[in-house]
T-cell receptor, first 114, second 115 residues
């Protein structure tokens, strides 16, 4: 079974630039999550999708972050404009519907904002 | 407020030695507790999961315990290997209604195993 795929793995940008991350969940997983993990911290949920609908985006900084999952499969997370404090690893995870306690994580994208 | 506290923040041990990581939580209503291992530059990978009624769960050299009364869990690593060097994250889930669950993550314990 293929795991959660993410790209790119690494990204370095200057502040005020924009960046986008891509995630392909495990086949058949209806629920998809984006997390932000700052160095030395546990992952923080940014947004949760159920198919192509948003379940929870309460911690997403909506003035600069946006995410979509148009066809209920792949998802993109965008930051525009980036700030220094956005430097972190962005993890994508997926799970079967109703099994949010069993999430499978991708390798993450490490973002450095200079 | 739902919280998960892990200790120690970091730990260095010699190869071959045992160690124990701690996790205290205030998540309610409790559903299950999972320990993840996160290698540097990789996403977390599940090691064990325990429900309310389970006291212990093993996965090779990893043994997790759960005391639901005191809301404490521990992860014991036996005969550590260099490949055990990673961050270990305790995650507690609770039933948030409508057939869904929410997760609360600890900050992790960074383990370094040295030769």
């Amino acid at each position: 079974e293929a795991g959660v795929a993410q790209s790119p793995r690494y990204k370095i940008i200057e502040k005020r630039q924009s960046v986008a991350f891509w995630c392909n969940p495990i086949s058949g997983h209806a629920t998809l999550y984006w997390y932000q993990q700052i160095l030395g911290q546990g992952p923080k949920l940014l947004i949760q999708f159920q198919n192509n609908g948003v379940v929870d985006d309460s911690q997403l900084p909506k003035d600069r972050f946006s995410a979509e999952r148009l066809k209920g499969v792949d998802s993109t997370l965008k930051i525009q404009p980036a700030k220094l404090e956005d430097s972190a690893v962005y993890l994508c995870a997926s799970s079967l519907r109703g099994r949010e306690y069993e999430q499978y994580f991708g390798p993450g994208t490490r973002l450095t904002v200079t | 407020k739902n919280q998960v506290e892990q200790s120690p923040q970091s730990l260095i041990i010699l190869e071959g030695k045992n160690c124990t990581l701690q996790c205290n939580y205030t998540v309610s209503p409790f559903s299950n507790l999972r320990w993840y291992k996160q290698d540097t530059g990789r996403g977390p990978v599940s090691l064990t999961i325990m429900t309310f009624s389970e006291n212990t769960k093993s996965n090779g050299r990893y043994t997790a315990t759960l005391d639901a009364d005191t809301k404490q869990s521990s992860l014991h690593i036996t005969a550590s290997q260099l490949s055990d060097s990673a961050s270990y994250i305790c995650v507690v889930s609770f039933h948030s209604g409508a057939g869904s669950y929410q997760l609360t993550f600890g900050k992790g314990t960074k383990l370094s195993v040295i030769p």
